[in-house]
């Protein structure tokens, strides 16, 4: 299943592109990528950090107005850039572990963010002061987010030197 | 509290990195030999300069080996374009083996192609 997918996303448009539009192309949408996951990263470290207790004197609507966006601007770039790259030669990364360790960390920290938003804590975060107990539920969806996207990166990042 | 967070976070960031330092491979040389490696062959796939390294394929012996470049740029400014070397062309490959014997894999620093010689790593001897 992984294997026809990986050899169809090979030989898609897209992969034929990114390996036939010159020798920067590669290294282009790899900072592209780069600068997408540091723009999540950056975003969700701050937002996760004051979930889980730090920055108390700001309040948690205040951080989210700006972290939500940015982290989500960045999860599409990075996104993006990333089917690009795994296209260019995706047969080769059909064995690759870390590629099985970091997308379903993508995956959880997804899920992660759908079961934040459906949380009231989180709904009502700007209308309301929270409870002792909806501060701990938060803290738990932060510290999950922080490890998913530590997961994702540190795997993502090892999938090269495989 | 917050200070020990924050140092607790860090210290974990430094550990996570060099607990995986060893599996190092494909970005360095470490995962392939100190010896010098020479293989000759015939091109069994030419020259491609897609990311994020050039790659082509020797037949050696009936073995096809994995020859990897250098990245896309430096491969090409060393003269080795895409089409260059013809397919079925009588080649020799320089530089280190893989580490693991089943992977017939090179990563190289020079190709040897009709009196020739590419050296896409001309600052490594």
């Known amino acids: 299943m992984i294997s026809e997918f990986m050899a169809w996303l090979q030989n898609s448009p897209l992969g034929h592109a990114m390996r036939e539009s010159g020798v920067w192309t590669y290294a282009i949408v790899n900072l592209t990528h780069i600068l997408g996951v540091a723009t999540l990263f950056g975003a969700v470290l701050v937002l996760d950090l004051r979930l889980l207790g730090v920055w108390r004197r700001v309040t948690l609507a205040a951080i989210a107005e700006p972290a939500v966006p940015v982290a989500t601007m960045g999860f599409f770039i ?81 999938i090269g030197y495989w | ?84 070397i013809p397919v079925g062309a009588k080649v020799t490959i320089q530089g280190h083996r893989n580490l693991d014997p089943k992977k017939f894999e090179i990563k190289t620093e020079r190709v040897i192609w009709n009196g020739h010689t590419y050296n896409v790593y001309p600052d490594r001897k």
């Not at chain 2, 970005?27 to 994020?52: C, M, Q, R, Y």
């Open chain 2, 1 to 84: 509290m917050r200070l020990k967070f924050v140092l607790c976070f860090g210290i974990t960031i430094v550990a996570l990195t060099v607990s995986l330092s060893p599996v190092l491979a494909h970005h360095g040389w470490s995962g392939n030999s100190d010896k010098e490696f020479e293989l000759s062959g015939t091109v069994e796939s030419a020259v491609s300069l897609a990311g994020p390294h050039a790659t082509m394929k020797v037949r050696s012996n009936g073995q096809i080996w994995d020859i990897t470049l250098a990245p896309p740029p430096r491969t090409e400014a060393a003269g080795l374009k895409e089409g260059v």
């Open chain 1, 78 to 158: 990075a996104a993006a850039s990333g089917v690009c790259l795994l296209a260019t030669k995706a047969t080769d990364y059909i064995g690759n572990p870390f590629l099985y360790i970091k997308f379903p960390a993508i995956g959880l920290g997804l899920l992660n963010v759908v079961v934040l938003n459906c949380l009231p804590a989180w709904k009502e975060r700007k209308i309301r002061n929270l409870s002792q107990r909806e501060q701990s539920q938060l803290a738990v969806a932060g510290g999950i987010s922080l490890l998913c996207w530590l997961t994702a990166i540190t795997a993502g990042r090892m």
